[in-house]
């Protein structure tokens, strides 16, 4: 198998940090994306080789994907981005990783399980900080508890600044609302339904409220527990902005509303500097429970959201190139296993009594 493997949207702010994870650990990925001019210039700062295509023919895509054994997909929003790649991926017997976080995003990739085995490619989605940190807990919690039936997961950063892909799927999202499964379904909820006040930390308690974070979708395929919830720290000021009113989500989601709020962010928002990624981390709560009441939790703590990404997702993807996989649709921890991200740099574990 070839040993080429490329970095997709490698001008982002993430992909341009997978990027330098792998260029300082002796890695030379293909730096790949639309946009000519800054691919190129990056390709010439590290010493590699560049493509440059888009995503509007799989057939295009595929093409230059020859002699690639693995595409890792940084380049959102992957709710318009991650299909044509996929199909691109499937003609050209590439392995897919992408860093979405996305929950339809990843319905559609393990829905498509079948078709992914019969082109003997791996395709995982959500390598980075979505999801890997709690889908990772939330299959440790399994372990501890195998009869559980309820999983609630939570995340804060310490300081936390987003970047503007992040930022754009964010908006996106926006006129959604929630999303929890219950019963083992998706299930529509209002925005910001659920406050609860989670203990991060052995000294930090924070109000948290549910969002439709990918582990809704891929904690499930994980572990098989029927009813997720995930929780993010916030504010308690900012809780009262996240529960829009109906006719202005609907504002919201108009094409050319999302088109200007996206380029508004394009040009305002850059994302967090190597300094401020270095004083940040994340914290991050599980807790699952079964029917007769039992319970675990436990905590981790990690380098703050992006540098994880960086390293999570190109580690997962030399990984992936080892062939020590099986064709098919994987989470992290179902290919990696459940302490996967004890591995990442800068990772601690913690039992929390109950």
């Known amino acids: 198998m070839s040993r080429k493997w490329m970095i997709y949207g490698a001008n982002g702010y993430t992909g341009r940090?997978?990027?330098r994870f792998a260029k300082d650990r002796h890695l030379s990925p293909i730096v790949a994306g639309r946009d000519a001019e800054p691919i190129r210039a990056l390709a010439g700062e590290f010493g590699c080789e560049s493509r440059i295509f888009d995503l509007s023919d799989s057939a295009k895509v595929?093409?230059?994907?020859?002699?690639?054994?693995?595409?890792?997909h940084c380049a959102g929003p992957f709710s318009a981005t991650s299909r044509p790649m996929l199909a691109g991926c499937l003609r050209a017997g590439t392995h897919y990783l992408v860093i979405t976080g996305e929950i339809a995003v990843f319905e559609d990739i393990h829905s498509r399980n079948q078709e992914i085995r019969d082109a003997g490619i791996v395709a995982i989605p959500g390598?980075?900080?979505?999801?890997?940190?709690?889908?990772?807990?939330?299959?440790?919690?399994k372990r501890e508890l195998p009869s559980a039936t309820h999983l609630k997961l939570a995340f804060k950063s310490r300081h936390g600044k987003l970047s503007p892909g992040t930022s754009k799927t964010m908006v996106e999202g926006l006129p959604e609302g929630g999303r929890i499964r219950k019963d083992g379904k998706i299930v529509k909820v209002p925005a910001a339904y659920k406050v609860e006040t989670i203990r991060f930390t052995e000294h930090l308690s924070a109000t948290a409220v549910t969002i439709p974070w990918g582990d809704v979708a891929t904690a499930y395929y994980s572990t098989g527990i029927p009813n997720i919830e995930v929780f993010v720290g916030v504010p308690e000021k900012q809780i009262e902005k996240m529960k829009i009113p109906g006719l202005l989500r609907w504002l919201l989601g108009l094409a050319p509303v999302q088109t200007l709020i996206k380029a508004q962010i394009g040009r305002r928002v850059k994302g967090p500097t190597d300094e401020q990624r270095a004083r940040d981390e994340m914290y991050i709560y599980g807790e699952a429970r079964d029917d007769a009441g039992h319970k675990v939790a436990m905590r981790l703590r990690t380098n703050e959201a992006y540098t994880l990404t960086a390293e999570s997702a190109v580690n997962a993807t030399r990984k992936i190139m080892e062939g020590r996989l099986a064709p098919g649709a994987y989470t992290p921890s179902m290919a990696f296993g459940a302490d996967y991200v004890l591995d990442l740099e800068g990772t601690r574990l913690s039992r929390v009594k109950l």
């Open 17 to 19: 940090l997978a990027a």
């Open 127 to 141: 390598v980075g900080f979505d999801v890997v940190p709690t889908d990772c807990l939330a299959a440790m919690l």
């Open 62 to 72: 595929a093409a230059n994907l020859e002699g690639v054994a693995a595409v890792l």
